[in-house]
């Protein structure tokens, strides 16, 4: 509603996960509880956009990895055992997979959203997964 009364035209809504579901759309069942959050952030979203006419970008961020990261994550902990000559324990090896997206692509992936909001049709409401 605040952003009715300033009379905002267009904003990024960002998520650092994607929202894992077993079917697509407005009810879907979310595996995660962290997931329904963020898809009732996306719902709200897509609300304002038609209720208020205005251009949202949600962007989606894969996991993330780059300079300043925070120490505690995985990529580094991956590092620090392959210089130390240690070996890696992977967990359901078979049967996960994890992709990791350079926090460059993902500054040039933002960048893009807003110049999206900026030429969109008024009443826009799109979602970009920001990485695979």
């Not at 995660?32 to 609300?47: P, V, Y």
């Not at 894969?62 to 995985?74: E, H, M």
């Not at 030429?119 to 920001?130: D, G, P, Q, R």
Request: charged fraction near 20%; proline fraction near 2%.
């Amino acid at each position: 509603m605040a952003a009715y009364e300033v009379k905002l035209e267009r904003f990024d809504e960002a998520e650092a996960m994607l929202v894992r579901s077993e079917a697509f759309g407005p009810a879907a069942k979310i595996a995660f509880q962290t997931g329904n959050f963020k898809r009732a952030a996306e719902l709200f979203c897509h609300a304002h956009a038609a209720l208020y006419g205005m251009r949202i970008a949600v962007l989606r961020y894969f996991t993330v990895y780059g300079p300043r990261q925070r120490p505690d994550l995985a990529i580094h902990a991956f590092l620090r055992t392959m210089l130390a000559g240690g070996t890696l324990t992977l967990f359901d090896a078979n049967r996960t997979g994890r992709d990791y997206t350079f926090v460059g692509d993902i500054v040039a992936g933002t960048r893009r959203a807003g110049d999206w909001t900026a030429s969109a049709a008024s009443t826009s409401c799109e979602i970009f997964n920001l990485g695979s």
